[in-house]
């Protein structure tokens, strides 16, 4: 019997499996991203009935720009590699939500939505895109689906997944209200693992300077973001110590370069 769990995991890793663009890890990916997307989709409509949207013009204006400027590098990307059908599963859009916690995410699919409370420690265009830099790369590199994927895996074992992937809807449904919400967590699922926060770190410095905005900005922004000391600011929850991590980019940054796009946005 242990055989055929085993050899069942097995043949479950071979033919389930996706690489991260960029960083090319293999990943278990066990939902494929139309059911992902319905799951999205319907989060986001929840969690917009409930948002109350900023009504500052400006500051809309400028998360639209930078994500804006991000997003189309990063589809430039995934088509001049091979990844065209990737790329149009995206549908991005910017929210910006009255909400002083220094926060944001990005859905499945590309929704982003960014509280304004951690725009006083973005400052300017490049810190803002280290934010929505390493946000977008979740999406990308799509976590939230390998979430779930580890999560199924972890609930059913062996065995029971195949009977799981036989009444996928009802199921995936059932391990998604557990692990998948917004609004009173980081992201849409949580918690990323510390390796996919650090791998969003570092897709998220090349992300932002193939669009044209300064890697060497982000350890100053997170640095900014560590000295919340009254508590642990929700971006960071997961994140590797303020140390490791801010260690972590400056060692990025020289790739991310590599990347840059010279180009100059108003």
């Not at 088509?79 to 220094?102: E, H, I, S």
Request: glycine share 6%.
């Amino acid at each position: 019997m242990k055989f055929f769990i085993y050899f069942n995991l097995i043949a479950i890793f071979i033919t389930s499996c996706n690489s991260v663009p960029l960083t090319g890890r293999r990943q278990l990916s066990l939902i494929s991203d139309a059911e992902v997307l319905s799951l999205s989709n319907q989060s986001f409509s929840d969690y917009m009935k409930t948002a109350k949207i900023s009504s500052n013009q400006q500051q809309y204006l400028q998360i639209t720009k930078v994500g804006t400027n991000i997003a189309t590098a990063v589809d430039t990307y995934l088509r001049n590699n091979g990844m065209g059908p990737d790329a149009d599963t995206y549908q991005w859009q910017f929210v910006l939500v009255n909400d002083k916690t220094p926060n944001a995410f990005c859905l499945p699919g590309g929704k982003v939505i960014v509280n304004d409370g951690i725009l006083s420690y973005t400052l300017d265009d490049d810190g803002l895109a280290v934010v929505l830099g390493h946000e977008i790369a979740h999406a990308v590199a799509k976590h939230s689906s390998e979430r779930l994927s580890q999560q199924m895996l972890v609930q059913y074992g062996g065995i029971a997944l195949n009977v799981l992937m036989q009444n996928r809807q009802t199921e995936i449904q059932q391990i998604a209200s557990t692990v998948y919400g917004i609004g009173t967590q980081v992201g849409v699922m949580l918690p990323y693992s510390r390796r996919q926060e650090s791998e969003s770190d570092r897709m998220g410095l090349i992300f932002m300077a193939m669009a044209g905005y300064n890697p060497e900005k982000a350890p100053a922004f997170w640095q900014r973001m560590s000295t919340n000391k009254t508590s642990t600011p929700e971006f960071l929850s997961t994140h590797p110590s303020d140390a490791t991590r801010i260690e972590a980019l400056k060692k990025a940054i020289p790739e991310a370069l590599k990347y840059k796009k010279k180009i100059f946005y108003p």
